[in-house]
């Protein structure tokens, strides 16, 4: 099985730093885009960043320039760097991604996993 793991959230004041990391475990054999994903309350589910095997990254317009997503294809891990934080980047940010993992029976399958959710909070 595999597991996606979130660190990093918190309390910041507005204009702060926080830095989110995912990591992925388990019987993996490659991991395709990974993304970054935010709900607030009573809102959708939206998505923040994504990042593909190759590199090749995407932002939501609310967060261009902010927010830095990365990747350690080594460790598995990816990273939301987020800067000049705003009080509406208040939310629960989850990761996502594509995995291909060797089951039991030694075969190979492409599943989309979620990680738990990490609460960031911006506020005075």
């Known amino acids: 099985q595999v597991q996606l793991v979130e660190s990093g959230g918190g309390l910041v004041q507005p204009g702060g730093s926080l830095r989110l990391s995912c990591a992925a475990s388990?019987?993996?054999?490659?991991?395709?885009?990974r993304d970054w994903y935010r709900q607030a309350p009573g809102k959708q589910r939206e998505l923040v960043a994504d990042?593909?095997?190759?590199?090749?990254?995407n932002y939501a317009d609310s967060v261009k320039g902010r927010f830095t997503i990365s990747r350690d294809n080594a460790k598995n891990t990816v990273y939301l760097q987020m800067n000049s934080l705003k009080p509406e980047d208040t939310a629960v940010y989850y990761c996502?991604?594509?995995?291909?993992?060797?089951?039991?029976?030694?075969?190979?399958?492409?599943?989309?996993?979620w990680g738990q959710g990490t609460q960031v909070t911006v506020s005075s």
């Open positions: 996502n991604a594509d995995v291909r993992a060797r089951t039991n029976s030694g075969r190979d399958l492409w599943k989309n996993y």
């Open positions: 388990g019987s993996i054999v490659s991991i395709s885009t």
């Open positions: 990042i593909t095997s190759g590199g090749s990254t």
